[in-house]
T-cell receptor, first 114, second 114 residues
Framework: GENVEQHPSTLSVQEGDSAVIKCTYS??????FPWYKQELGKRPQLIID?????GEKKDQRIAVTLNKTAKHFSLHITETQPEDSAVYFC?????????????FGKGTKLSVKP | KAGVTQTPRYLIKTRGQQVTLSCSPI?????VSWYQQTPGQGLQFLFE???????NKGNFPGRFSGRQFSNSRSEMNVSTLELGDSALYLC?????????????FGEGSRLTVL
């Protein structure tokens, strides 16, 4: 089955710096890659997603890149702010394939220091 | 539009007991997925129900079961509780399934097994 590895597990940056979180997946059939943000004590919420027919997607300060050949995708946050502090989860799925469910990485705790 | 509602929010059980958790999805959503969240393990997929049918199942023992009713509300049951079952149980609803679109999570049911 699908396996998603996420690195690093913790990341600390200064306000204004960039943050990058990387994930690798094992199932080459996976074609949908969302990122969820979970603030302390809150529920996870989708912040951005990308499908396998696209190599990069941006939404204001966040962007996601996908390399299907290498089977990895990354989340990039620019000009980080204290409110970006949270746990970020990547996920992968092969909609319509053998699994059809989301498999999450173990999360990255991002701390943005003012 | 009301969000995903989970009950109870907190519960304490002892080893060997069983527990039933409930999830009411967003109106119109036919897919309900369940995840177990523990520190360091991220979000582990339990199962997904779509129109009252279990569509996918994760790698959890048979003590974990679920069902979905005709109004899309879902329940999950854990029998013969073990200490390791202590976790935050999150349910998430979506219109077509998390493998292809956004999951909307509830606030979770925090289970403590003593």
């Amino acid at each position: 089955g699908e396996n998603v590895e996420q690195h690093p597990s913790t990341l600390s940056v200064q306000e204004g710096d960039s943050a990058v979180i990387k994930c690798t997946y094992s199932d080459s059939a996976s074609n949908y890659f969302p990122w969820y943000k979970q603030e302390l004590g809150k529920r996870p919420q989708l912040i951005i997603d990308i499908r396998s027919n696209v190599g990069e997607k941006k939404d204001q300060r966040i962007a996601v890149t996908l390399n299907k050949t290498a089977k990895h995708f990354s989340l990039h946050i620019t000009e980080t702010q204290p409110e970006d502090s949270a746990v970020y989860f990547c996920a992968a799925s092969d909609y319509g394939g053998s699994q059809g469910n989301l498999i999450f990485g173990k999360g990255t705790k991002l701390s943005v220091k003012p | 539009k009301a969000g995903v509602t989970q009950t109870p929010r907190y519960l304490i059980k002892t080893r060997g007991q069983q527990v039933t958790l409930s999830c009411s999805p967003i109106s119109g959503h036919r897919s309900v997925s369940w995840y177990q969240q523990t520190p360091g393990q991220g979000l582990q997929f339990l199962f997904e129900y779509f129109s009252e049918t279990q569509r996918n199942k994760g790698n959890f023992p048979g003590r974990f079961s679920g069902r979905q009713f005709s109004n899309s509300r879902s329940e999950m049951n854990v029998s013969t509780l073990e200490l390791g079952d202590s976790a935050l149980y999150l349910c998430a609803s979506s219109s077509s399934g998390g493998a292809s679109g956004e999951l909307f999570f509830g606030e979770g049911s925090r289970l403590t097994v003593l």
